[in-house]
């Protein structure tokens, strides 16, 4: 008797992460547009250097949000469970949560602005520490949550970080931002020959 699997993923993986920062950086953007009374964008979601190591035009004067990590989360299991059926095994696995390592660097000529600029951001995410669906309208579904938490980096680190990035150190802080479910494919093996009679 032959095994015939099915394999059916049920969660949108590509868009997550960047959706869920769009969302984040537009909510940040409001929010110091409106401190400064500014017409312009402020936050921007963006890589720090092009490939050549020069800084894109679209980076000066901003705030830039930027991914330097991602890790797994080790509290939650993810052990697969199996449910079977009078014919069918189905192999469930649950959702791996992912952290995500972002820093917000001030691009700013006049090196005093970007102090100020990474106090409001230091200022807004301990206001706002956290966000779902009811504070971040258009969260993608499958996250119940996502929280910020702010890192505290060493010298060394630090400039690890920006040497890997093909940068000048800018003022900067970094947060871990918690968590992002990726669901495995659901398993189903049909065709399960029946327990021997004893």
Do not use: C
């Not at 992912?98 to 807004?124: H, Q, R």
């Not at 940068?167 to 918690?178: C, E, M, N, S, W």
């Amino acid at each position: 008797m032959g095994f015939i699997v099915y394999l059916n993923s049920k969660l949108n993986r590509t868009i997550m992460i960047a959706q869920s920062l769009n969302l984040i950086v537009r909510k940040f953007d409001d929010y110091l547009r409106t401190l400064l009374g500014a017409a312009d964008n402020q936050v921007i979601l963006a890589r720090l250097t092009n490939a050549n190591s020069t800084t894109p035009p679209e980076n000066d004067n901003k705030i830039i949000l930027t991914v330097v990590n991602m890790e797994r989360e080790l509290t939650i299991s993810s052990y697969a469970s199996a449910q079977p059926t009078a014919t069918a095994l189905n192999i469930v696995a649950p959702p791996v949560y992912i952290n995500v390592f972002v820093m917000f660097s001030a691009n700013f000529a006049d090196y005093s602005t970007g102090l100020n600029y990474i106090s409001e951001t230091i200022s807004f995410f301990q206001s706002n520490p956290w966000f779902s669906q009811a504070n971040l309208p258009g969260l993608p579904t499958e996250i119940d949550k996502l929280s910020f938490e702010l890192q505290n980096m060493a010298t060394q680190e630090l400039s690890e970080l920006w040497s890997m990035h093909g940068g000048h150190y800018l003022p900067a802080v970094v947060y871990k931002l918690r968590m992002f479910p990726f669901g495995g494919s659901a398993m189903t093996i049909n065709d399960i020959p029946p327990a021997p009679n004893n």
